[in-house]
């Protein structure tokens, strides 16, 4: 699969250079470079190349010596930097650079530039070809582009080492298979790649013109790609598939049943099986199940099974509901496939995302045809979903590889399918519109897969999104309230008074605004634009007022703020009145009033529109996007009264400051949501399972059917039972709780954890996560346990501090030696199985924060109903989560390993006992570290 020299050449790719760098570290401002390669390819083949490797002014840190294998030893007799830029320079000077992530590359090589030889010519990035950027345009169906992974997936003989010269040669072999690629593309992916490269004056762009120019001589195929995944699942009746209807519950997961013959390592499990059954009777009583389910129990297998059998019996559709993403898709990529491969039953599945996940593709064909509008930034970041736009057959962005839409939201937005920009059965685009499909699919599903915040999206729209269902499945139920709070609940911040504006006039936009839209289409009709022209004038006069005095209260807003802690990296603090958020600030008044005025105008054009529709003439296209604009203006509007009429009763109101934000934003939840769920949600369900690992507190199901109001149902029909884990914890886990550490409440006690902490892995060499409460403990740990543990070579890796949850999990699971520190978002969901995780240590209970402002607010209104909210609030919530981190350590049945409590009031307070009781083990108090160190050393060397 070569490219031949006489298309090289008409490419101007007769030569170029690859280069690559090791360094002691990923941020060029502090870490410094180790290692230089680079190799010359000459027609096609490598003609030259060299490397120097560099003495650094700091050692290198060990994690550096373990990817690389470079040593400080090894680098003594070497130059420094300074002495060879000058020389390694000229290899760099003329002609086209390819790296991987150049970016990286060019920021050390820069610093070092202007610190040694600030007389050379910067290298002009323009020059630089980067073939992640290339990866993620080509094979946007892989889910990274490391090196690594691209080598693989491309079969190409060359193994990234982590060595400058050997990975210089990876990204130029890369690079080349990316060139043979990208000939073969279709010429319509061409053109919305040239699209969106219009007005680019880089070596990339240049590349995909020369395609261009060639690709109708060449005749080249496009090379067949793995396509994207189905968002449906259909099991429907076959002629070569046996259909019953007898099935029981034991024909699939039972001994010698259906799941036991297709997947291999399946076993009947007891609790697997007793759970199906009780949620099979659950369902054909019309009953609600609350079901605990233990780590090990096959929950999932436990619920779809007995929602397909029904399905031959009943026409109903039934709803499963998770809050992560992993489990959407273990259930739909995995599981309701292998059920549908196993069913003599027939049934259709659908996965249901939120409408934001899904590309528009009206407007993803009019920003190829405007790109010009768009800044070259938002361009470039839209050049990943160019192929994948092409090939997808569910427009769900999460698929696409090349593209991240939370990190790229900017471009995201521009096309994604957006209510304010839909024009439903007008559009032209809507035969083949992602997201008119999906959901034709999933009213017309058995099964429908969707998150917690559509369900309760759904809820509040009055059932608009997914339509008539009786039988909800929830899964990780214990997040409910949460879900529904947030789902529940209304934001306001700076950037939607702008978003507003933009779409109804915007400039520097693809989309350009509703009024100019109306302008165009009535152009012909003079009258009509006559008629509302003044509404228009009107409309257009009010918005940039609107956004200036909007500006003005978010600074208020700010300015009122007590400072923030150093501890949180966002600031939220309560308010109680409208006074205490806004002051006395003339500027909300302004702000009512141009909303008002918007909206009225809005409402005018409207209805005008509406009457001459009615005349019989012809429809504006841009009709729907008014009622959709005027829909958000009112809704707007409703949130800034609600914020600035005070009326703050039955809700939890603050403000919120994020780092990484410019402006504050002010949010408010229901106090309670159990009302709302029992009012809205279950009176509509004939059945209903609610599931999790997590539902009971020390034994009893009450807490959490309070918090979700299901002990509003008729007694008769709720049912809550817990089905225990097939592990033997006994035998699986040792709980140790430290009694001898200072109290978490104690200046101390950070340094005692990290002392205890240190001294448990400088003996004991296994996988090992600490879970912290909060980030400035996890620092404070992480700076010591550095010091101390990395001269053992133990490599740390600290939430926050060593890259995304994404990034850490992957060099944890692969570095045998390393601990990893991690917050909130490790208690639940981390699924690491075998030895790589022997040891989960817990500084403290995880009681929520208590200033947190929902929190504050459900413990006091806990605290007035029962006398008591600290114990009927903060101890169950955090029994919850620790359980649920608990619940990492034992994933497999082989898997064996020790929990290390470090929180003294486990044991010496009052409400201790309820968190051991709700543990599945009993502990082992150590009074010191000598006896916590013989407990471990005794439970290992058992092994
Ligand atoms: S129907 Fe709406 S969401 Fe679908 S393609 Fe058209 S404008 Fe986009």
Known sequence: ????????????????????????????????????????????????????????????????TRLTGIRNEDCRDRPMISDVLLSVWRHFEKGILVAHNASFDLNFLEKARQQWQPDLPPIDARRVIDTVELARILYPWITNHRLETLTRHLDIQADPVHRARADAEAAGSVFMRLVFEAMGLDGSVLDTILALFDGSDDELSRLFKHIRA??????????????GPDNRIENMASGNKEIRSDCSISDFLGPKGLLEKILPGFECRKPQLSMAEQTARAFRQDGFLMAEAGTGVGKSMAYLVPAVLRMPHAQSKTII?????????????????????????????????GRSNYLCQRRWEEIIVNAG????????????????????????????????????????????SDGAFCRGHQCPAESKCFYARVRRAARKASLVVINHSLLFSDMAAGNQILGEFDTLIVDEAHQMERAASRALGRSLHLWMFYDLCRKIDASGSSSAGVLNSLQKELKRRKELWAAISESVSELRRTLQPLCESAELCFRRIEARMKPASKEYAV??????SVDELFGSDASTTDVSIHLKTAAAEFQKIMTRLAMADSNGEEKPESFQQVETLLFETELLKENWEFFTGGLYDGHVVWREKRKEEKSPSVHSVPLRVDRLMSDYLYPRLKRCLLTSATLSVAGSFDYMAERLGLNRIEKDRLTTRAFG?????????????????????????????????????????????????SHQMLRGVYRRLVSVLKPFGIQILGQGIDGSRTRILDSFQKERRSVLLGTSSFWEGVDIPGEALEMLIIPKIPFDVPTDPVVQARSEEAHRETGNGFMNYSVPEAVVRLRQGFGRLIRKAGDRGSVICLDNRMLMSRYGAVFLESLPV??????????????????????
């Open 922 to 943: 009993n502990p082992v108090r150590c009074d010191s570290r000598e006896s916590l160190m013989e407990v471990l050393a005794g439970w290992f060397e058992t092994a």
């Open 725 to 773: 884990s097939p592990f033997h914890y006994d035998e699986q886990v040792r709980l140790i709780v430290a009694s001898f550490l200072p109290g978490p409440r104690d200046a101390r006690f950070t340094d005692a954890v990290a002392e205890i902490t240190a001294d448990i892995l400088s003996v004991h060499d296994r996988g090992t996560m600490v879970l912290f409460t």
């Open 571 to 576: 600031e939220k603090q309560r308010v109680r």
């Open 373 to 416: 509008n768009l800044s070259s930034a938002k361009r470039r970041q839209l050049l990943g979903l160019a192929l994948w736009s092409h090939e997808t057959r569910t427009g769900d962005v999460e698929e696409c590889g090349g593209f991240h839409e939370k990190n790229q939201w900017d471009g995201w937005r521009e096309v994604n």
């Open 214 to 227: 060639l690709r109708n001589g060449t005749g080249m195929k496009t090379v067949s790609r793995r396509k």
């Open 321 to 353: 509901s998770t809050q992560t993403k992993t489990l959407q898709n273990q259930l739909f990529y995995k599981d309701i496939p292998l059920l549908a491969e196993t069913s003599p039953l027939p049934f259709t599945a659908v996965l249901l995302k």
């Open 1 to 64: 699969m070569n490219v031949s020299r006489s298309t090289l050449s008409a490419l101007s790719l007769e030569s170029f250079t690859a280069l690559d760098l090791e360094t002691t570290g990923l941020d060029s401002r502090t870490d410094e470079i180790l290692e230089i390669g680079w190799v010359r390819w000459n027609h096609g083949k490598i003609s030259g190349g060299g490397e120097e490797l560099i003495r650094p002014a700091v050692s290198i840190p060990a994690a550096i």
